[in-house]
Antibody, heavy 121, light 110 residues
Framework: EVQLVETGGGLVQPGKSLKLTCATS????????MHWVRQSPEKQLEWVAQ??????????YYAESVKGRFTISRDDSKSSVYLQMNSLKEEDTAIYYC????????????WGQGTLVTVSS | DIVLTQSPALAVSLGQRATISCKTN??????????MHWYQQKPGQQPKLLIY???NLASGIPARFSGRGSGTDFTLTIDPVEADDTATYYC?????????FGGGTKLELK
């Protein structure tokens, strides 16, 4: 059974940092392309970042709204993916979901339960 | 970025057909596939994949759900609608980076 479990969310002040973790199991993590997708309080879904597999040189991609502030990374030995969020803004307030695709299936078949990040003073 | 447009809400009666539309501002077809996918989200839950590549039923999804379309126009059909289908439905394209989502259609029962 595929499992994705996000942790690390919480209340943080604008300008501060937070690091999210997604621990996975039930699939071959080393071959997977991992993503973060967030959902605003208005329920809009927004893709945030992607990291490809080692065979793709761990290439990373970001939404324009977070480029330069967020960093996605992975640890294949722990089957985990991370999202380092710096210089947080109030508009980053959202539920952050971890999702997975592969080279041949680029739809989001599996999602974690999400972790809530609230940016507020 | 590719923009996906959905109607905000739809109300149907139990046992009737629900048709949810999604229109894109760019063609999402590529080499014979339409890179359009559909998700269902119930309150307090994560999105759940229903349909991938426009018309393929995801694992474990009842045959009451179906998808069709190509190019820039896509539909998700639920027939017949059951009470458990009340949820918000999102379309998503993966033709281009960044992947983008529609605003969601909230399905309610009359």
């Amino acid at each position: 059974e595929v499992q994705l479990v996000e942790t690390g969310g919480g209340l943080v002040q604008p300008g501060k940092s937070l690091k999210l973790t997604c621990a996975t199991s039930g699939f071959t993590f080393s071959n997977a392309w991992m993503h973060w997708v967030r959902q605003s309080p208005e329920k809009q879904l927004e893709w945030v970042a992607q990291i490809k597999a080692k065979s793709n040189n761990y290439a990373t991609y970001y939404a324009e709204s977070v480029k330069g502030r967020f960093t996605i990374s992975r640890d294949d030995s722990k089957s985990s993916v991370y999202l380092q969020m710096n210089s947080l803004k109030e508009e980053d307030t959202a539920i952050y979901y971890c999702t997975v695709t592969t080279r041949v299936s680029n739809w989001f078949a599996y999602w974690g339960q999400g972790t809530l990040v609230t940016v507020s003073s | 970025d590719i923009v996906l447009t959905q109607s905000p809400a739809l109300a149907v009666s139990l046992g009737q057909r629900a048709t949810i539309s999604c229109k894109t501002n760019q063609n999402v077809d590529y080499y014979g596939n339409s890179y359009m996918h559909w998700y269902q989200q119930k309150p307090g839950q994560q999105p759940k994949l229903l349909i991938y590549l426009a018309s393929n039923l995801a694992s474990g999804i009842p045959a009451r759900f179906s998808g069709r379309g190509s190019g820039t126009d896509f539909t998700l059909t639920i027939d017949p609608v059951e009470a458990d289908d009340t949820a918000t439905y999102y379309c998503q394209q993966s033709r281009n980076l960044p992947p983008t989502f529609g605003g969601g259609t909230k399905l309610e029962l009359k």
